[in-house]
């Protein structure tokens, strides 16, 4: 595993983790659920950001962001509670067990033609274009890149090669 992604008090959970993977039923393996990580476990879903002074480990469900400084967690709560405020975003929601379900519910309904997904194509394609897009930044340290929307690339070629792919044939 890359020293990046090694967190603190992993050393101490790293039997106790490989017990539990190897536990799991053949249906929790399987499941689209994303579970809940323990301390010191990277989450099933998430990202990290590196920097010069420390990571930022982003949990995509159900957990708040963790800031890691020297290997050491930092308490960033006062911080997230400032920008809550700051945008008068209220207490967010954290109930797995009745929220979880509704993201894949929705789709499928959204599918259907029943309902409406709390976040559409219409968004979630421009979410992930930047996200995407940001992967493809990382390539690149030190550089500005330049994005054409209009025509799907880059000003700079060799990022270009980043925006396809092979595809595996069926």
Same mark, same amino acid.
């Given at each position: 595993?890359?020293?990046?992604?090694?967190?603190?008090?992993?050393?101490?959970?790293k039997e106790?983790?490989?017990?539990?993977? *190897? #536990?799991?039923?053949?249906?929790?393996?399987?499941?689209? =659920? $994303?579970?809940?990580? +323990? @301390?010191?476990?990277?989450?099933?879903?998430?990202?990290?950001?590196?920097?010069?002074?420390?990571?930022?480990?982003?949990?995509?469900?159900?957990?708040?962001?963790?800031?890691?400084?020297?290997?050491?967690?930092?308490?960033?709560?006062?911080?997230?509670?400032?920008?809550?405020?700051?945008?008068?975003?209220?207490?967010?929601?954290?109930?797995?067990? *009745? #929220?979880?379900?509704?993201?894949?519910?929705?789709?499928? =309904? $959204?599918?259907?033609? +029943? @309902?409406?997904?709390?976040?559409?194509?219409?968004?979630?394609?421009?979410?992930?274009?930047?996200?995407?897009l940001g992967?493809?930044?990382?390539?690149?340290?030190?550089?500005?890149?330049?994005?054409?929307?209009?025509?799907?690339?880059?000003?700079?070629?060799?990022?270009?090669?980043?925006?396809?792919?092979?595809?595996?044939?069926?």
């Amino acid at each position: 595993m890359h020293e990046d992604l090694i967190l603190p008090n992993s050393a101490a959970n790293k039997e106790e983790s490989s017990k539990s993977n *190897s #536990e799991e039923s053949e249906e929790d393996k399987i499941s689209l =659920d $994303a579970g809940i990580a +323990e @301390a010191g476990q990277l989450p099933e879903q998430g990202a990290m950001f590196v920097g010069d002074k420390g990571r930022l480990l982003l949990p995509h469900f159900m957990q708040l962001p963790q800031k890691i400084v020297d290997g050491e967690y930092v308490d960033i709560s006062e911080e997230i509670a400032q920008v809550e405020k700051a945008n008068n975003m209220g207490k967010p929601v954290r109930d797995y067990a *009745s #929220e979880g379900p509704k993201h894949y519910h929705q789709f499928v =309904d $959204a599918c259907l033609g +029943e @309902a409406e997904c709390s976040a559409p194509f219409s968004y979630a394609s421009r979410l992930t274009e930047t996200i995407l897009l940001g992967v493809i930044a990382g390539k690149f340290p030190n550089q500005t890149l330049h994005w054409d929307a209009q025509n799907a690339k880059f000003a700079e070629e060799e990022a270009n090669q980043y925006l396809a792919g092979d595809y595996r044939d069926f």
